[in-house]
Every structure is written in structure tokens, then in C-alpha cells.
């Protein structure tokens, strides 16, 4: 799926967050809130020891799918209004400060709670993926079962799959056996005049 060593810090994080429930197969990474935990200690979020509760997993994916609708409207498809309201809702209700501590700005959590930390840090990712002109190179795939995330890397940001050997390969076949298929139709049956 492409050269991982392209794809910017700030860029992976988010992208992997979506890609945390894979809708072609219906497979959920964040089951359950010690999931979620160990999702976001894994990449240095949050602490090993973080709680979090079935609120914070509903608001987990709330964001991840809302994300999902952003980086959908990124790919030329119309995002579903409802996700980004509820990833509106979501964000608000974790709300973050800015510093510019260490010679740079950053967002930081303006509350210390586990799921505030780790949100933070998907919206400083998201504000980092602006600042360096990449937020619209992250998108979902074109093919509509899939919509797996990921970084368009291409020089004119034309990709539209996550893998052309998978999806873009499959989307082409449906469409060049459609258009075979359709050369093969016999005209429409006429009623002989009687």
C-alpha cells in the first residue's frame, strides 16, 4: 500500500484511527474500552494505566466515523452530515488549549481526562496535517464497501483507492465487465406488429 516512510507522523495516527473499523469486512479493532487504551498507549497517547469507560469508547468512534466523513469529502464524495455533526458534538465535549511551549504550538487537552488526552492529540495530529499542507492527501477509498483510509502521496493527489492492486483493480474489472456486458445486449425486444 505504498511507502509507509511517506506518510507524515501526524498523518498516520489519524489515519490509522479510522482505519480502526474496517467496514468491508465489518471488523472492529476498538471492541471494547481497554481496547481503545491499549489502541492509543500503543502510539505513546495515553499511559498504560489510562481507565476508560464504554462513554468514552462511544465517543471514540463517534470521532473515528466522523473522521471517516471528513476524509470522504477529501476523496469528492459528499460527506454524511450526521457523522460530522456527531463528530462536532464529540469534540466539543473535549475541549483543547493551545501552547507554544518548546518553540512551537501545539494542542494540548484543556481537561486531564484519559479520553480528552487522546483526543487532543487526534485534533493536534489533525492541526499538524494542515500546517504542513497534507490534511487532503488523507482520504477514504473510492470503492464503496471499502473506505479504508489512507495517504495520497500521488504528485497530482488524483488516487482514489487505498491499494490499486486490490480495490482499484477490482473497481476496474466491475466497471470493464459492465461495459463488455453492455456491448453483448441484444436490443430491446420489439412486439412484432400483429
Known amino acids: 500500500m505504498g511507502d509507509?516512510?511517506?506518510v507524515p507522523?501526524?498523518?498516520r495516527l489519524v489515519r490509522d484511527f479510522v482505519n480502526t473499523?474496517?467496514?468491508?469486512?465489518?471488523?472492529?479493532?476498538?471492541?471494547t474500552p481497554d481496547a481503545l487504551r491499549d489502541w492509543f498507549v500503543e502510539r505513546a497517547v495515553?499511559?498504560?494505566?489510562?481507565?476508560?469507560?464504554p462513554a468514552d469508547l462511544a465517543a471514540a468512534r463517534a470521532v473515528r466515523e466522523g473522521l471517516r466523513a471528513v476524509l470522504l469529502g477529501h476523496a469528492g464524495h459528499p460527506a454524511d452530515p450526521g457523522a460530522v455533526r456527531r463528530l462536532d458534538e464529540a469534540l466539543a465535549a473535549a475541549?483543547?488549549?493551545?501552547?507554544?511551549?518548546?518553540?512551537?504550538s501545539r494542542l494540548l487537552p484543556a481537561r486531564p481526562g484519559p479520553l480528552d488526552v487522546a483526543l487532543a492529540a487526534l485534533v493536534d495530529a489533525i492541526r499538524?496535517?494542515?500546517?504542513?499542507?497534507?490534511w487532503t492527501r488523507l482520504k477514504v477509498c473510492d470503492r464503496d464497501t471499502c473506505r479504508w483510509a489512507y495517504?495520497?502521496?500521488?504528485?497530482?493527489?488524483?488516487?482514489?483507492?487505498?491499494?490499486?492492486?486490490?480495490?482499484?483493480?477490482?473497481?476496474?474489472?466491475?466497471?470493464?465487465?459492465a461495459v463488455r456486458r453492455g456491448r453483448r445486449s441484444p436490443a430491446p425486444d420489439t412486439a412484432p406488429d400483429r
Open 21 to 31: 473499523y474496517e467496514p468491508q469486512v465489518d471488523e472492529e479493532s476498538l471492541a
Open 4 to 6: 509507509e516512510r511517506q
Open 46 to 53: 495515553l499511559p498504560a494505566g489510562a481507565r476508560l469507560g
Open 9 to 11: 507522523a501526524a498523518v
Open 151 to 177: 495517504y495520497d502521496a500521488s504528485r497530482n493527489q488524483a488516487r482514489r483507492w487505498c491499494s490499486m492492486a486490490g480495490c482499484g483493480n477490482y473497481v476496474k474489472m466491475r466497471r470493464a465487465y
Open 95 to 104: 475541549p483543547v488549549r493551545m501552547t507554544f511551549a518548546d518553540g512551537g
Open 128 to 134: 499538524q496535517c494542515a500546517q504542513d499542507q497534507v
